[in-house]
């Protein structure tokens, strides 16, 4: 049975940070890409950050110079290093995987407010 499971986010002051943590089972986690999306209110879920198996990374271009997607195959854990936060990053963030179908975790609140 594959679950994700995330930690992390809270409230945060424009300029703050926070990290993110999402702990894989079930899956051979090495092999896998992992992503992380978030869901601001009233808009569609985007794709924020992808890591691949070899530990390539991508990132939409709202969120590049400022977050950092990495993982640690010994823990079967992915994080998102998130610097120089601005309101616009406010939202829900779900880790995610594809294994046949979509997985995802059950979603953080993230909040960057004065």
């Known amino acids: 049975q594959v679950q994700l499971v995330q930690s992390g986010g809270g409230v945060v002051q424009p300029g703050g940070s926070l990290r993110l943590s999402c702990a894989a089972s079930g899956i051979m986690f090495s092999s896998s890409g992992m992503g992380w999306y978030r869901q601001a209110p009233g808009k569609q879920r985007e794709l924020v950050a992808t890591?691949?198996?070899?530990?390539?990374?991508n990132f939409v271009d709202s969120v590049k110079d400022r977050f950092t997607i990495s993982r640690d195959n010994a823990k079967s854990t992915v994080y998102l290093q998130m610097n120089s936060l601005k309101p616009e990053d406010t939202g829900v963030y779900y880790c995610?995987?594809?294994?046949?179908?979509?997985?995802w975790g059950q979603g953080t609140q993230v909040t960057v407010s004065s």
């Open positions: 890591i691949t198996s070899r530990g390539t990374t």
């Open positions: 995610h995987l594809v294994i046949g179908r979509d997985y």
